[in-house]
C-alpha cells in the first residue's frame, strides 16, 4: 500500500505538488490522471524516494522508500523506460539490479520469461524497439517480486498487442494482491485498465474515486431522436418527464427516458420516426470538463 499524506513540492514560488493526500490500495490498480505539468511524475519521484519533499510524507508499506533496505524488494517502477545503457544486454542489465539489491540470479530469468524478452535477452538493449524496452523496465520493475509497482505512461509507445499484454500484467499483479498505480493521459486506457482513479491538477487532487462511481457519476446517456414532427414529438417527450434539446432541424437530443420508452411513446401517438439512437458521453470528454481549469497550455488559452 502507499500512503501519500499532505504531499507538496515547491520548486521556487509555485507548487509543483500542493498538499496530495490519497492511498493507493493493495490488490486494486489505482490509475494517476492528470494534465501536462499536473504533478504526477514529481508525486512519483517523491514516492520513490528520488526527490525529497517540501513537506508532507509518502510511504510505502509503513515506511518512506529510503528506509526499506532492498527497495526492489518493496517496490517496483517504472518511470523512464528509455534508462539503460545501450550497449548493455538486457540480460546483465537486470544481472546488475539484482546483485545491486542480494535477489538470485533465478529471478533475471524468470522476470525475462514473464515479460517474453528471455530469446533475445542476450542482444544489446539500443538495439530494443520502444515496446521491447518497455518490456525491460517492465521486467527491471518486477525483479524484486514487489508488492507495489509504480508505473509512469506503461502504455507509452505499446502496440496494440503490447496494451492488451500490458493490461493483463498489471490486471494479474492486482489479483496476487499487489498495489498497482499507474499513470497515464489516455482516459479510454484508464476506462479498460483501473479500479480506482485519483485525478490531480496544479499540484492539487481533483478526484479520488472507484473507477464504478467515476463511470456512474459522469457517463451521462442521451438518446437523438429524428422526426419530421420533432417539434411536437418534443412537447410529449418533456411531458413524460424528459430533458428536451432541440438539435438542429428535426433533431432532438434526449435525456430522462430510454430509447425503449421514447420508441413506445412514438408508435402510441403515430409519430413517425428517422432515427433513435442512444449516445453516451464519453469518460474523455468528462475528464476534460473535470480538468479544464486546470490545464497549464491550451489552445483556447493561447488565444485569449
Ligand atoms: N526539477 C524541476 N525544477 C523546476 N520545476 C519543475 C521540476 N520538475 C517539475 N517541475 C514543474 O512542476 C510541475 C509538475 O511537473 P510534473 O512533471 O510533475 O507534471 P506531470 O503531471 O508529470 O506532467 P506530464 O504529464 O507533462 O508528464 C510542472 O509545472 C513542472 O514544470
Known sequence: MIEVQGL??????????????????????????????????????????LDAPTSGTATVNGRPMRAHPAPLRALGALLDAGAVLPSRSAYHHLLA??????????????????????????????????????????????????????????LNGLDPEGIVWM????????????????????MSEIELTVDHLVVIGRGRLIADTSMADFIAEHSAREVVV??????????????????????????LTVAGLGAPEIGALAALNGVELHELAL??????????????????????KEAA
Not at 505538488?17 to 499536473?38: H, K, M, S, W, Y
Not at 500484467?169 to 497515464?184: H, P, Q, T, Y
Open 226 to 251: 429524428r422526426s419530421p414532427h420533432s417539434e411536437s414529438f418534443g412537447r410529449r417527450l418533456a411531458d413524460a418527464g424528459a430533458a428536451v434539446r432541440a438539435d438542429g432541424a428535426n433533431r
Open 279 to 300: 449516445r453516451q458521453t464519453s469518460l474523455e470528454d468528462a475528464f476534460m470538463a473535470l480538468t479544464q481549469d486546470s490545464v497549464e497550455y491550451s489552445a483556447d
Open 97 to 154: 539490479l539484482a546483485a545491486s539489491n542480494g535477489l538470485p540470479r533465478g529471478r533475471v530469468d524468470a522476470v525475462l520469461e514473464e515479460v517474453g524478452l528471455a530469446a533475445v535477452a542476450r542482444r544489446a538493449a539500443g538495439s530494443y524497439s520502444l515496446g521491447m524496452k518497455q518490456r525491460l523496465g517492465i521486467a527491471a520493475a518486477l525483479l524484486g517480486d514487489p508488492p507495489v509497482l509504480v508505473l509512469d505512461e506503461p
Open 167 to 186: 493490461r493483463g500484467l498489471m490486471r494479474r499483479m492486482a489479483g496476487e494482491g499487489r498495489a498497482v498505480l499507474m499513470s497515464s493521459h489516455l
Open 8 to 49: 507538496t513540492k515547491r520548486y521556487g514560488e509555485v507548487p509543483a505538488v500542493d498538499d496530495l493526500t490519497f492511498t493507493v490500495r493493495a490488490g486494486e490498480i489505482t490509475g494517476f490522471l492528470g494534465p501536462n505539468g499536473a504533478g504526477k511524475s514529481s508525486t512519483m519521484r517523491m514516492i520513490l524516494g
